[in-house]
């Protein structure tokens, strides 16, 4: 079974950022995209953006773009996201998920919340 | 933006019911689609993808189908663990978008 294995809850203040780590196994940072997903409370699932650590590209969701980064350390296979300027709008559970080429996420780690208070 | 919308927002259904569920693209995805569920304080789980491919484990009483911007979700026979949230996304472009989900309740 693959496992996605996220970093614990966080408590940030408004204007400030937040990074969170996303531990996979090798074989899938060597073969798949690493992508991240947030849901604030109570609602849908919104997509952020994307990384492919075996070519370092990027892709970002128009709403996040200019301050959201997603880097990935190949060492420890080790993805994380960080988002800047933090709203309270920016309450909500971050997902990491296994990202097949670009399209559906077939493994989710267990999930972070953020909290702007 | 792709946007997709689901339809209905809550279904009530009774154990062993067959169900429905439908989600519609704002412009044409091809078979662009995956569908998962979510049960309360958990991860989605991928249960199809490429519209009608079910994910390995998945019961086969969940099956998909659809093209271009009309999809639906059928699971028949409802189990317990089947009493959850759906979302569809799209995955025609990077840009993956998904629906605003269709809860499944017990009525």
């Known amino acids: 079974q693959v496992q996605l294995e996220q970093s614990g809850a966080e408590v940030k203040k408004p204007g400030s950022s937040v990074r969170v780590s996303c531990k996979t196994a090798?074989?899938?940072?060597?073969?798949?995209?690493i992508s991240w997903v947030r849901q604030a409370p109570g609602q849908g699932l919104e997509y952020m953006g994307r990384i492919v650590p075996a070519l370092n590209i990027r892709n970002y969701a128009q709403p996040f773009q200019g301050r959201l980064r997603i880097t990935a350390d190949k060492s420890t296979t080790t993805a994380y996201m960080e988002l800047s300027s933090l709203s309270f709008e920016d309450t909500a559970v971050y997902y990491c998920?296994?990202?097949?080429?670009?399209?559906?996420?077939?493994?989710w780690g267990q999930g972070t919340l953020v909290t702007v208070s | 933006d792709i946007q997709m919308t689901q339809s209905p927002s809550t279904l009530s259904a009774s154990l062993g019911d067959s169900v429905t569920l439908t989600c519609r693209a704002s412009?044409?995805?091809?078979?662009?689609l995956a569908w998962y569920q979510q049960r309360p304080g958990k991860a989605p789980k991928l249960l199809i993808y490429k519209a009608s491919t079910l994910q390995g484990g998945v019961p086969s009483r969940f099956s998909g189908s659809g093209s271009d911007t009309d999809f639906t979700l059928t699971i028949s026979s409802l189990q317990p663990d089947d009493f959850a949230t759906y979302y569809c996304?799209?995955?025609?472009?990077?840009?993956?978008?998904f629906g605003q989900g269709t809860k499944v309740e017990i009525k």
């Open positions: 996304q799209q995955y025609k472009n990077y840009s993956r978008t």
């Open positions: 998920a296994r990202d097949v080429s670009g399209s559906y996420f077939d493994f």
């Open positions: 412009h044409s995805i091809s078979g662009w």
């Open positions: 090798g074989d899938s940072f060597n073969k798949y995209s």
